[in-house]
């Protein structure tokens, strides 16, 4: 491939940040990346540990933008759940159009598009951002790739607020009654990014459809976290309107950042999470990460030791040396550390686990999309409906 650097933007996000995960994999394989972070913090200095370049701009800034990209042939492109979202994507287009020789857009988007139209939008703005954006993208004439991932295991809902409420008396409080959803780890979102930057070819004017390995109600979700912890996780089916009312509002999160976060809450209660895709699996070649193997790998989160089962192992060991290499093979600086200060370290959101979650500790929030089983598309074609199980609620825009 080409030797020039590839830009990774959002590369600094503290939770769920995929951005930062794909400088990791890419790095781990001797590629040259250049990260755009909008700030020189220590997560800055985590990225340059890794040997990446790291250049401090505004995704909003065409300056800025003009200045990470130039020389640069392949782009990802990502940006936290947040107002100038659909601000962003135009101006890394425009600047990508003007530049020439981009071969590849790497596009991060949500699943909830494969089922957006102009007459079928969500209330939540960051949704329909998401689908103006790759409208825009697509319009541009560069080679985009769009990958829309479900909700991720590094969201709020399964991972610090589980936490939270795991620690507190072993239970996970979440509104969506009996409804069925499919999280994916961001480390296999970002395999599979990586995997399009080094080899982009069979992949531009592709739309890749990302889900966890299966699909599965919130007793079941509980189940999986009991069998990785070891103890007894039980869901509390709480009521929408206390969510909504109470629950929700104590988070302290942004508005625009809440608004996202009730219409999530609402299509999940509704079965519009129920989806299930297996492009994961034949980009990668191998399954993805489960919830209890994602729980069980991350005792520090939710407070036990874990217990790793003999095939969770073996998934782990038979990853293609990307998840673990930064285990096998550790930069000189993290030599004789211990594995939770290593974590701590390529990945700040880890250290957010201990502290009280309000608008101050929020940099990123988890893509997140709506409805049921999906199939592949162009970017320039609708999705085919009828390829959805029938056992599954109807399709419907929502409300």
Same mark, same amino acid.
């Given at each position: 491939?080409?030797?020039?650097?590839?830009? =990774?933007?959002?590369?600094?996000?503290?939770?769920?940040?995929?951005?930062?995960?794909? =400088?990791?994999?890419?790095?781990?394989?001797?590629?040259?990346?250049?990260?755009?972070?909008?700030?020189?913090?220590?997560?800055?200095?985590?990225?340059?540990?890794?040997?990446?370049? &790291? &250049?401090?701009?505004?995704?909003?800034?065409?300056?800025?933008?003009?200045?990470?990209?130039?020389?640069?042939?392949?782009?990802?492109?990502? @940006?936290?759940?947040?107002?100038?979202?659909?601000?962003?994507?135009?101006?890394?287009?425009?600047?990508?159009?003007?530049?020439?020789?981009?071969?590849? /857009?790497?596009?991060?988007?949500?699943?909830?598009?494969?089922?957006?139209?102009?007459?079928?939008?969500?209330?939540?703005?960051?949704?329909? @951002?998401?689908?103006?954006?790759?409208?825009?993208?697509?319009?541009?004439?560069?080679?985009?790739?769009?990958?829309?991932?479900?909700?991720?295991?590094?969201?709020?809902? /399964?991972?610090?607020?589980?936490?939270?409420?795991?620690?507190?008396?072993?239970?996970?409080?979440?509104?969506?009654g009996d409804a069925r959803t499919?999280?994916?780890?961001?480390?296999? =979102?970002?395999?599979?990014?990586?995997?399009?930057?080094?080899?982009?070819?069979?992949?531009?004017?592709? &739309?890749?459809?990302?889900?966890?390995?299966?699909?599965?109600?919130?007793?079941? =979700?509980?189940?999986?976290?009991?069998?990785?912890?070891?103890?007894?996780?039980?869901?509390?089916?709480?009521?929408?309107?206390?969510?909504?009312?109470?629950?929700?509002?104590?988070?302290?999160?942004?508005?625009?950042?809440?608004?996202?976060?009730?219409? @999530?809450?609402?299509?999940?209660?509704?079965?519009?999470?129920?989806?299930?895709?297996?492009?994961?699996?034949?980009?990668?070649?191998?399954?993805?990460?489960?919830?209890?193997?994602y729980v069980a790998k991350h005792?520090?989160?939710?407070?036990?030791?874990?217990?790793?089962?003999?095939?969770?192992?073996?998934?782990?060991?038979?990853?293609?040396?990307?998840?673990?290499?930064?285990?096998?093979?550790?930069?000189?600086?993290?030599?004789?550390?211990?594995?939770?200060?290593?974590?701590?370290?390529?990945?700040?959101?880890?250290?957010?686990?201990?502290?009280?979650?309000?608008?101050?500790?929020?940099?990123?929030?988890?893509?997140?999309?709506?409805?049921?089983?999906?199939?592949?598309?162009?970017?320039?074609?609708?999705?085919?409906?009828?390829?959805?199980?029938?056992?599954?609620?109807?399709?419907?825009?929502?409300?």
């Amino acid at each position: 491939m080409s030797q020039s650097p590839i830009l =990774v933007t959002g590369a600094a996000g503290r939770i769920g940040g995929v951005g930062g995960e794909v =400088v990791d994999i890419l790095r781990s394989r001797g590629l040259p990346v250049r990260a755009l972070v909008r700030t020189d913090d220590d997560r800055a200095e985590a990225l340059r540990a890794t040997g990446a370049e &790291v &250049v401090v701009g505004d995704l909003t800034r065409a300056e800025d933008v003009a200045q990470a990209l130039d020389g640069c042939r392949r782009l990802y492109f990502g @940006m936290s759940v947040s107002a100038p979202y659909l601000e962003a994507t135009v101006t890394a287009a425009a600047v990508a159009r003007e530049l020439g020789g981009l071969e590849a /857009f790497v596009n991060i988007s949500q699943l909830t598009v494969s089922q957006m139209s102009l007459l079928a939008m969500t209330d939540s703005l960051q949704q329909r @951002m998401h689908w103006l954006g790759e409208q825009a993208l697509n319009w541009s004439g560069l080679p985009v790739v769009h990958v829309r991932a479900t909700v991720f295991l590094q969201h709020f809902f /399964f991972s610090q607020w589980a936490a939270e409420s795991i620690a507190k008396d072993g239970t996970i409080r979440l509104p969506f009654g009996d409804a069925r959803t499919s999280p994916i780890d961001t480390r296999d =979102v970002a395999e599979v990014i990586a995997a399009v930057l080094e080899h982009p070819e069979a992949h531009v004017g592709q &739309v890749i459809e990302l889900t966890g390995p299966k699909s599965e109600d919130m007793r079941a =979700v509980a189940a999986e976290y009991s069998e990785a912890l070891g103890r007894t996780i039980t869901y509390v089916d709480v009521p929408m309107a206390e969510w909504r009312e109470r629950e929700l509002p104590a988070r302290g999160l942004p508005e625009h950042v809440a608004s996202h976060m009730k219409t @999530m809450d609402q299509l999940h209660a509704d079965n519009r999470y129920d989806r299930l895709t297996h492009d994961f699996e034949a980009i990668i070649g191998r399954p993805a990460t489960s919830i209890r193997e994602y729980v069980a790998k991350h005792p520090e989160m939710f407070g036990s030791r874990g217990r790793t089962s003999p095939d969770t192992d073996f998934q782990t060991s038979n990853n293609q040396g990307i998840r673990d290499d930064r285990h096998q093979s550790r930069p000189r600086h993290l030599l004789g550390r211990s594995q939770p200060e290593i974590a701590g370290h390529l990945h700040p959101r880890s250290k957010l686990a201990s502290i009280p979650l309000s608008a101050s500790a929020i940099s990123w929030i988890a893509y997140t999309p709506r409805l049921d089983r999906l199939s592949r598309s162009s970017p320039r074609e609708p999705p085919d409906f009828h390829a959805f199980r029938e056992d599954r609620l109807p399709l419907a825009p929502s409300p």
